[in-house]
């Protein structure tokens, strides 16, 4: 698809090149020049405008507990991480018949 254009004032997306590109009424694009290229994406909110202030502070409390452990590796092989965790299932076994 072509368009001409017409003014200095804008440019127009055609709206079947709009539907295509599956914007919306009230969708929020951004656009990219590079070379004479333009492209147009639409703009993905961040996380932070997912979350209310209190969920925020709820997921980051909960990451904060999650760095504390428990931590296994690093392994500097998949061998290393595969025995680990054969060692850690006969671990569990074994507190498991001694309950």
């Known amino acids: 698809m072509t368009a001409t254009v017409k003014n200095r004032i804008g440019l127009t997306v055609p709206p079947s090149v709009q539907h ?4 919306k009424t009230g969708d929020v694009v951004e656009f990219k020049v590079s ?3 333009i492209t147009i994406l639409p703009k993905l909110p961040s996380a932070d405008d997912e979350y209310t ?3 925020r502070r709820s997921i980051d409390a909960q990451l904060d507990e999650a760095e504390k452990g428990p931590f296994h590796g690093p392994f500097n092989t ?11 299932i006969r671990a569990r076994k ?3 018949k001694a309950s």
């Open 20 to 23: 295509k590109a599956g914007f």
């Open 35 to 37: 070379g004479g290229v």
């Open 53 to 55: 202030p209190e969920q």
């Open 78 to 88: 998949a061998g290393e991480a595969i025995k680990f965790l054969h060692r850690e």
């Open 94 to 96: 074994a507190r498991r």
